[in-house]
């Protein structure tokens, strides 16, 4: 399984448990995706806010405050602006931050829009900044302005825009433009779900897939899926693929633990990379301080691959400390190895 940067400069990568997906990743999970809000799984909070917003503007017979979605990737922004969409019968117009270039693009996109349709920004914190201050004049004022001429002779003439509602998805929402995030009405954050939500996700899908998933199976695919459903429905086309060539077609606690061995996704749901940065911290640097271009080395990787892949994961379950002398070790790392701590281990602080 390799990682790296891409030509661009993004992280690429071949993990299982990777939250990002790519363009055969979203073949298949558009067909596990809900179509409506009570077909969604997780996020209560969020979900029911949004329906009472939907189901207000929809009583006033106008379109809806633009909406705002953060939170990781892989936990349902793109799907709960699809449902947006379908809740308010209405079509949806689908682009991303990277994809505008220029103001310009931007307006080509507003002036082609309907009378209530919803527009999805998906990376919206990746928008060009003159194509941000354009939109949240469009945001507000529902209008764009179009620059005719050159030169001093140029001239901006007001093009009114019919109502439409913006769906912004991003998992960097410090990095919106305060003016743009003050446009949206409603701003809801994503979390990760927990092993039985991810259980019900599974019985979803599996049921979409026809296929039977034995609960235990369900449970331990949850249970390594990070509180990610776009992971967990990964792990449970892997697990069904191994139940159709090596088992009898059965996706049980066998099946589950046999397939998930063969991609090296371990109990906690670490895989290759992860594992081989805890076994650096812990074996070849005795559980740190090390820096991270030091740490990335010592694993065949770049830095920016371990920051951006492996490491938040890590930090977030507790086996990894970040300190200002660098990564340490926690508790956590050393017992999942199997190994041993120093007597006089690191600290956050030391």
């Avoid at 509602?165 to 009405?185: E, I, S």
Wanted: proline letters at 7%; glycine letters at 10%; hydrophobic letters at 45%.
């Amino acid at each position: 399984m390799a990682e790296g940067l891409g030509p661009s400069g993004d992280v690429t990568t071949e993990r299982l448990v990777r939250p990002g997906s790519d363009d055969v990743e979203r073949a298949a999970e558009a067909a596990l995706r809900p179509r409506r809000f009570d077909e969604f799984v997780g996020q209560v909070v969020v979900r029911d806010q949004l329906s009472l917003v939907l189901q207000a503007a929809l009583g006033r017979g106008k379109a809806p405050d633009h909406v705002l979605l953060s939170g990781p990737p892989g936990l349902g922004k793109t799907t709960l602006a699809m449902i947006i969409a379908a809740e308010l019968g209405t079509p949806m117009r689908v682009t991303s931050g990277p994809a505008i270039q220029h103001a310009g693009d931007l307006a080509a996109v507003l002036s082609s829009l309907e009378e209530g349709e919803v527009l999805f920004l998906d990376e919206i914190h990746r928008l060009a900044r003159p194509a941000a201050e354009l939109l949240y004049v469009a945001m507000e004022d529902f209008r764009v302005d179009v620059v005719v001429g050159k030169g001093a002779g140029a001239s901006a003439i007001p093009l009114a825009l019919p109502p439409f509602t913006v769906v912004g998805a991003t998992t960097r929402a410090g990095l919106l433009p305060a003016p743009l995030r003050d446009r949206f009405g409603f701003t809801g954050h994503l979390d990760f779900y927990s092993v039985a939500e991810l259980e019900r996700v599974l019985v979803r899908s599996a049921g979409l897939l026809h296929v039977e998933l034995f609960p235990d199976a369900g449970y331990e695919i949850a249970s390594r899926s990070r509180g990610t459903p776009r992971i967990a429905n990964r792990l449970l086309r892997r697990v069904r693929d191994w139940a159709q060539v090596r088992g009898d077609g059965r996706l049980d606690l066998v099946a589950a633990n046999a397939a998930l061995t063969v991609y090296e996704v371990d109990a906690l749901g670490l895989d290759r990379l992860d594992r081989s940065v805890l076994t650096a911290l812990c074996v070849r640097f005795a559980g740190g301080p090390v820096g991270l271009t030091t740490l990335a080395v010592a694993v065949g990787e770049e830095p920016e691959t371990v920051e951006t892949v492996a490491e938040p994961f890590l930090v977030r379950e507790g086996l990894v400390g970040r300190t200002p002398r660098g990564r340490v070790a926690m508790p956590a790392a050393w017992e999942h190895l199997g190994l041993t701590p120093p007597v006089t281990g690191p600290t956050l602080f030391g």
